[in-house]
T-cell receptor
Framework: EAQVTQNPRYLITVTGKKLTVTCSQN?????MSWYRQDPGLGLRQIYY???????DKGDVPEGYKVSRKEKRNFPLILESPSPNQTSLYFC??????????????FGPGTRLLVL | SQQGEEDPQALSIQEGENATMNCSYK?????LQWYRQNSGRGLVHLIL?????REKHSGRLRVTLDTSKKSSSLLITASRAADTASYFC??????????????FGKGTKLSVKP
């Protein structure tokens, strides 16, 4: 089944304890992206990657890192999580980005609570 | 940078009625997409309309796009309780050096009562 998977789905951690949220897609998509969703703010893009070894900042990259060593994986790393990073995180992928496309396939989400 | 703004923020209707949601955006776009999100779950792509299209249909969904007004509307006809979800518009733009990323609005929360 074509899908985007994220792990873990739920995570409670403490301030400063490094964590990684994994994202994997089995559709051979070039483009992958991370979003966070907060009440009243909608979805905001954190980082995106247009291909292996190519990553770029989105609208809210502070406090996050990503890597794209393989086409299928795009982990999100929080080196020193803080309470303001408590949020619902989504990974997404897309087969291509050139116009007129951009349709993205979303993972199920990771709910993170930083105490 | 938030591009789309949906209106209304929340909408409550009875089953069988039509639901209309609007989206306004600020800059020139290549296409506009609508996504649905069931509570706390991932977003699901519903429909894409290109900047040179004015109207598009998919099942009970009808999307219009008015690039002169920088606005779009999503109409769900004969709504069902299962349509209860949040609906987001998202724009894709390659103008002005934009990378073509999806820029989402804040969403309309639709509640369809049986």
């Amino acid at each position: 089944e074509a899908q985007v998977t994220q792990n873990p789905r739920y995570l409670i951690t403490v301030t400063g304890k490094k964590l990684t949220v994994t994202c994997s897609q089995n559709m051979n998509h070039e483009y992958m992206s991370w979003y966070r969703q907060d009440p009243g703010l909608g979805l905001r893009q954190i980082y995106y990657s247009m291909n292996v070894e190519v990553t770029d900042k989105g609208d809210v990259p502070e406090g996050y890192k990503v890597s794209r060593k393989e086409k299928r994986n795009f982990p999100l790393i929080l080196e020193s999580p803080s309470p303001n990073q408590t949020s619902l995180y989504f990974c997404a992928s897309s087969p291509y980005l050139g116009p007129p496309s951009g349709t993205q396939y979303f993972g199920p989400g990771t709910r993170l609570l930083v105490l | 940078s938030q591009q789309g703004e949906e209106d209304p923020q929340a909408l409550s209707i009875q089953e069988g009625e039509n639901a209309t949601m609007n989206c306004s955006y600020k800059t020139s776009i290549n296409n506009l997409q609508w996504y649905r999100q069931n509570s706390g779950r991932g977003l699901v792509h519903l429909i894409l309309i290109r900047s040179n299209e004015r109207e598009k249909h998919s099942g009970r969904l009808r999307v219009t796009l008015d690039t002169s007004k920088k606005s779009s509307s999503l109409l769900i006809t004969a709504s069902r309780a299962a349509d209860t979800a949040s609906y987001f518009c998202a724009t894709v733009s390659y103008y002005g050096g934009s990378q073509g990323n999806l820029i989402f609005g804040k969403g309309t929360k639709l509640s369809v009562k049986p």
